[in-house]
RNA sequence: GGGCCGUUAGCUCAGUUGGUCAGAGCAGGGGACUUUUAAUCCCAAGGUCCUGGGUUCGAAUCCCAGACGGCCCA
């Protein structure tokens, strides 16, 4: 169809070319005129014109033509023609039908609006709406603009198990279910980061998954059960190494998905051109917040002085969710030009190395763009005597109630035992970024078939 | 989990204080028309007003509960 139109560009109105083209496409429009029928047929590329005569394409055909619905799957043999009015069109020598609509396609003009029906029946949203194709083609090409840039630098792309006999890498819950064979309980992961370091330390040294993880909360604009995540793991490399190509991932899936490094969004825009602007997390948490938690390092104590400032602090939860919750709360949503937050308190990142200068500090960042976080990233912890403490230290989490608190993985600790390099770590949400990218604010926007109640 | 809003024809939507309120456009059906562009014209058809209760002489409209969805908050 693109190649027919290109063809037409080249007639002057009345003109026809030489040659025969074959096009093949949904029926958009039709307009009858007696012994004349026009039907503008439509593929992912755009529309063209179809113009039928009675006396080119004979009784039977241009019945045929003339029968058709909206939304009917059409296929035209005929050659190239400009019309009086300019239109470049297929002169039909030959129709076919290859697939009846038996429902109607979404309303022309006022397209598809309702978003219930937009998410559960999304073919008829891609096929009312070119913006949402375009949608779906820009997160594609972001996609592939992430795996050529991993590629060219020596990442190699691996699998590991969705389903997990003991899952981690995340606080989050998981998704349980059931292997009938082994007769027992399996998880569906919530990240890929215990099994890609175990690929480390079998000497893979730089590898990436790009996957589903499955995290069992509830949905809102920025989740959704099941999303999309990239995890890299190079050797010899450390966050700052990470930080620095994280910045140039970023980018080159910008230019790949957009054609620029400046995207729009919400009104205004965002430059991801690097170096994105870095400062210290407990120095912005005390900006924002007027909070210093480093000196309320007991839960009960900070609790109270984040209600004091009115911030939202749930009883019972340890301080690694309340620190958490000030940064959601009180700097997250200012984060809009791309800033990357360094060095976490220990608590919050159970597999992060210690700073050498600050033990209580790990060397941590999150990369927030667009008031979201969009990345997650360390040197990794590559001590298994620490690791296994931090496992120890989420026991006792999970033992106070934190149900998102993971469980110690000995295998893991194992793997450890056996020496992992050095090594920078990141995680990037896809979604999120696809989000950024595209401009749009739900992350239902971005996928295809998000999750609905039954 | 909380607050607010929404649900009327296949699609997009009107429907006033409770009283010809079951409506429009498009789509779909029948007909006219051989260069149209949301073609035009004529004709006919199309409904569990989300569901279930309640108030009332009378409910798409008011009240209660529920389902599903959206936005915001957590």
């Not at 400032?309 to 984060?335: C, H, M, N, R, T």
């Not at 927030?368 to 026991?395: K, T, V």
Request: overall charge negative; some cysteine; aromatic content about 6%.
């Amino acid at each position: 169809m693109a190649d027919a139109r290109a063809v037409g560009e080249t007639l002057a109105p009345g003109d026809e070319a030489e040659g025969n083209v074959a096009i093949a496409g949904r029926l958009m429009a039709r307009r009858g005129q007696g012994g004349t029928v026009f039907a503008d047929l439509g593929d992912r590329s755009g529309q063209i014109q179809v113009w039928a005569t009675l006396d080119r394409l004979g009784d039977a055909g241009l019945s045929l033509l003339a029968d058709t619905h909206l939304g009917d799957i059409v296929g035209v043999r005929g050659t190239v023609v400009r019309t009086r009015r300019g239109e470049i069109s297929v002169a039909a020598d030959a129709v076919e039908m290859l697939a009846k609509a038996l429902r109607p396609p979404p309303d022309r003009h006022a397209g598809l609006r309702d978003p219930e029906t937009r998410y559960r029946q999304r073919y008829l949203d891609l096929m009312a709406s070119e913006d949402v194709r375009a949608q779906f083609v820009t997160r594609a090409h972001a996609i592939t603009g992430i795996r050529r840039f991993l590629d060219e630098r020596g990442f190699i792309e691996v699998e590991t198990p969705a389903l997990q006999p003991i899952y981690g890498g995340a606080a989050a819950r998981p998704f349980i279910t059931r292997h009938n064979a082994l007769d027992r309980d399996l998880y569906l992961r919530v990240a890929t980061e215990l099994y890609l370091k175990r690929c480390i330390v079998g000497g893979l040294e730089k590898v990436y998954e790009l996957g589903k993880d499955f995290r069992n909360e509830g949905v809102s604009f920025k989740h959704n059960p099941e999303f999309t995540m990239l995890e890299t793991y190079e050797a010899y490399a450390d966050y700052e190494d990470v930080a620095g190509m994280l910045e140039q991932m970023v980018s080159r899936a910008a230019v790949e998905a957009t054609g620029g490094m400046i995207v729009p969004w919400k009104g205004g825009q965002i430059d991801l051109t690097p170096p994105w602007r870095r400062v210290g997390l407990i120095a912005a948490l005390r900006e924002a917040s007027g909070i210093d938690v480093m000196e309320h390092r007991d839960a009960a104590d900070l609790q109270a002085r984040m209600r004091a400032v009115g911030l939202d602090a749930p009883d019972g939860a340890p301080w690694s969710k309340l620190v958490d919750g000030i940064l959601s709360q009180a700097l997250e949503p200012s984060l809009v030009e791309p800033t990357i937050l360094m060095d976490y308190p220990l608590e919050l990142s159970p597999f992060a190395k210690r700073r050498e200068d600050d033990p209580g500090l790990v060397e941590r960042f999150e990369a927030f763009c667009g008031g979201m976080e969009i990345a997650n990233a360390f040197s990794e912890l590559n001590d298994p005597d620490d690791q296994r403490e931090r496992f120890a230290m989420l026991q006792a989490d999970r033992a106070a109630g934190d149900d998102e608190a993971q469980p110690a993985d000995e295998d893991f600790l194992t793997a450890l035992e056996h020496g992992m390099p050095p090594t920078g770590g990141l995680g990037l949400g896809i979604d999120r970024l696809t989000m950024l990218l595209t401009d749009r604010h739900s992350i239902r926007e971005v996928i295809l078939f998000p999750a609905m109640r039954t």
